[in-house]
């Protein structure tokens, strides 16, 4: 195994053993290979289960089952969102029943991360840094919303590059007239 995996294998298996119902759930992937490659870093990681621990390594130690391709920050939200396991940014190759249970695997774990910091900084600390991280969450992800409102609203009103909600709206209504147009001159032909 490459060396930059393990600390990651590591980090994984713990948060695993964290959570006894989802490493519980683990063995139905026993000697499972997923082969996980990150597009825009052109890196490849192959995850196999061996006796309910993960084991991660560059190249596959067993016949792969199921291909998962995406971009790193597309791959990353799949632990928060396991939904997204099947949205058009990722693309899946491989046994379709298989990454549904990886799916459903992904959606009952429960990592209480604010647990694990505190058995490290105690209680006293913990709470304002998690408080601290869940702000700066926020603040990122209003941001994010706040400048692409920004980047929209510039691009319609000052540049002129996108039209506004009442052009589209008259835009489609013209559409809707000509294609009934369109019908009635078909019926009338029809009837000729």
Request: proline share 3%; with cysteine.
């Amino acid at each position: 195994m490459s060396s930059a995996l393990k600390p990651i294998e590591l980090a994984l298996n713990a948060a695993l053993a964290q959570d006894p119902e989802t490493k519980a759930k683990l063995g139905q992937f026993e000697s499972r290979c997923i082969t996980i490659k990150i597009k825009d870093f052109d890196q490849t990681i192959a995850m196999t289960v061996k006796q309910g621990q993960l084991h991660l390594t560059r190249t596959p130690e067993h016949t792969i089952d199921l291909t998962i391709t995406g971009n790193a920050l597309t791959l990353a939200k799949l632990g928060k969102d396991p939904e997204s396991l099947f949205s058009a940014d990722i693309d899946i190759n491989g046994d379709v029943q298989f990454a549904k249970q990886l799916r459903d695997l992904l959606e009952g774990f429960d990592f209480d991360w604010e647990a694990q910091l505190a058995r490290i900084t105690g209680d006293t600390l913990a709470y304002p840094i998690a408080h601290g991280i869940r702000q700066f969450a926020s603040w990122v992800k209003n941001t994010h919303l706040s400048m692409q409102q920004n980047v929209a609203e510039y691009l319609r009103e000052e540049s002129r590059l996108l039209p506004d909600k009442s052009q589209i709206k008259a835009y489609m209504h013209d559409i809707d007239t000509l294609r009934a147009d369109f019908d009635r001159l078909e019926a009338r032909i029809n009837r000729l």
